[in-house]
Nanobody
Framework: QVQLVESGGGLVQAGGSLRLSCAAS????????MGWFRQAPGKEREFVAA????????SYGDSVKGRFTISRDNAKNTVYLPMNSLKPEDTAFYYC???????????????????WGQGTQVTVSS
């Protein structure tokens, strides 16, 4: 069974930066996608970014393109999400997800992923 531990959330002013991390353990990961989603109160879970474990292909939600960058460390089974130029509308609970599709896509749905972390809160003040 896979375990996901997210960290790096917190409170930041608009224009600031945070870096989220997601450490996965329990088994090895091959070519499947690993990603981040977020959910604000009263809203649906939204795709943020994803990366294929093999090859490193990345994809981003339109609202974060150019500001967030997803990366991975295969040796540590860890995925990172540096977030720059944060806006109040980025405020949400951020979830790490693994066991995504083997294919590359410009965008993913929550149902595409099989395992989820417990999430970390990101709050951006104006």
């Amino acid at each position: 069974q896979v375990q996901l531990v997210e960290s790096g959330g917190g409170l930041v002013q608009a224009g600031g930066s945070l870096r989220l991390s997601c450490a996965a353990s329990g088994r090895t990961f091959s070519s499947y996608a690993m990603g981040w989603f977020r959910q604000a109160p009263g809203k649906e879970r939204e795709f943020v970014a994803a990366i294929r474990w093999s090859g490193g292909n990345t994809s981003y939600g339109d609202s974060v393109k150019g500001r967030f960058t997803i990366s991975r460390d295969n040796a540590k089974n860890t995925v990172y999400l540096p977030m720059n130029s944060l806006k109040p509308e980025d405020t949400a609970f951020y979830y790490c997800a693994v066991d995504g599709p083997a294919y590359y896509s410009d965008s993913y749905y929550p149902d595409d992923f099989g395992s989820w972390g417990q999430g970390t809160q990101v709050t951006v003040s104006s």
